[in-house]
């Protein structure tokens, strides 16, 4: 039998949540950390979205850990040594309805104690400002200090830091299963490997159910392909990241501009996604509808055209509130998965919380709502209203 590799802390899953807490306990705290990776670090959700890092339009819970998150992106390339492309350019809301600009502006109401500061624009100062927007957009609201960054450097280059600072990442080191021996996990991967550690994170996205299962801790998650695409390089003139806030999911998108030119989008529909087989489909009705979209509220867009389009595999929960935090079963084990479609921006957030948490029990950032054990209490109330 092969030898068992030891650490502190055993992160299963080598997306921007494992590559994330896997820096902060090292940079942070100096516990020992190894990560496995089924494949390659980055490559499915943290590597195939949007690249949004946007705070407003989230629920109230939340505020705080991408607060915490933004504060981590400002100074993201200092951290890492490295440039990810974050740029703080504001991201904007726009919709097309008085009901919604109504909506926008409680929501400006809301987040403000919560130390979020946006600015609501009428029709008239939203085309005054940016001068792209067509006559069915009425209202905006932004947030000044949000933006976007490159999702496809960002995992990586994460894993990179981490292991500089002492992080042990193996790639290609697919876990088939977990046990519990002596109070701590012992994790057996599919080439017969073994990895012991005292406290275990399951950061594996869309894939976490049956870890989560296996512990006794069932939790509704769906994989969904969000459907994304991009245009050819236009002469480089919008710096937010703009989206449509809308109740309609046919009408939902959102896109930016990289310095290249080229306008990045998605939004309204998902694809499927499979999980087993790694799978997920874009859907070419979506991708002419989103088109469409596109020229509804920005009219030069008109006769740009589509150059590619992708999909990724992202879990979704079934009450859309990620899980985040200990086990309520098992001492030492902790989970950070279901960001239904958000959980880019909130990352390195997620990766210090966690970071925090192993090593000292507990976090400053509110995270009850969080908790896995939400499902096991609505599945106890149902049964007693039963
Ligand atoms: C197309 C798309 C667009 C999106 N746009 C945005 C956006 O603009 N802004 C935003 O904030 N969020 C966005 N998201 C959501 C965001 O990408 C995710 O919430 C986030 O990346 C999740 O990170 P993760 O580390 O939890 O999961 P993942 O990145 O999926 O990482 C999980 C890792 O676990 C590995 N794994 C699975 N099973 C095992 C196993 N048995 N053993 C070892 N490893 C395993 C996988 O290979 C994978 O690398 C988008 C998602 C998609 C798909």
């Excluded at 996205?205 to 049956?210: E, K």
């Excluded at 239904?340 to 976090?363: H, K, Q, Y």
Aim: one cysteine or more.
């Amino acid at each position: 039998m092969s030898e068992v590799l030891r650490s502190d802390v055993l992160v299963i899953g080598g997306g921007l949540m494992g590559t994330t807490t896997a820096l902060f306990l090292r940079r942070r705290h100096g516990l020992s950390v190894r990560l496995l990776e089924r494949e390659l670090i980055g490559r499915q959700a943290s590597g195939t979205n949007f690249g949004n890092v946007r705070r407003q339009g989230r629920a109230l819970e939340q505020i705080p850990l991408a607060n915490r998150a933004r504060a981590v992106w400002g100074r993201v390339n200092e951290l890492l040594g490295e440039d990810l492309e974050f740029v703080p350019y504001g991201h904007l809301r726009v919709c097309y309805t008085d009901q919604q600009a109504a909506r926008l502006e409680q929501h400006v109401r809301e987040v403000q104690p919560l130390g979020l500061d946006l600015q609501m624009f009428s029709a008239a100062a939203l085309r005054e400002r940016w001068g792209i927007f067509s006559d069915a957009v009425v209202a905006g609201s932004l947030s000044p200090l949000d933006g976007h960054a490159n999702p496809r450097l960002a995992g990586p280059a994460f894993a990179r830091a981490a292991q500089r600072a002492g992080a042990h990442i193996h790639e290609h080191s697919e876990v088939a299963q977990v046990e519990r021996e002596g109070g701590e996990f012992v994790a057996h991967t599919v080439d017969g490997r073994r990895y012991r550690a005292a406290q275990l994170l399951v950061t594996t996205g869309a894939w976490s159910a049956r870890f989560a299962q296996a512990f006794g801790e069932p939790v509704p998650l769906d994989a969904r392909g969000p459907q994304m695409g991009v245009t050819e390089p236009l002469p480089y003139a919008i710096g937010p990241s703009i989206g449509v806030s809308t109740p309609i999911e046919t009408e939902g998108l959102y896109f930016r501009q990289i310095a290249r030119g080229n306008i990045v989008f998605g939004g309204g529909l998902k694809g499927p996604a499979l999980c087993d087989p790694v799978r997920s489909q874009v859907l070419p009705d979506n991708t002419l509808r989103q088109m469409r979209e596109l020229r509804r509220f920005v009219p030069a867009f008109e006769n740009v055209q589509l150059i590619r389009v992708w999909s990724g595999i992202e879990g979704y929960t079934g009450d859309a509130v990620p899980v985040l935090g200990p086990s309520v079963r098992v001492p030492g084990l902790h989970y950070a998965f279901g960001f239904n479609g958000e959980g880019f921006a909130i990352s390195p957030g997620v990766g210090e919380v966690m970071a925090e948490l192993l090593a000292t029990g507990r976090t400053s950032t509110p995270i009850e709502a969080f908790s896995i054990g939400r499902f096991a209490a609505a599945r106890q109330d149902q049964a007693i209203t039963t």
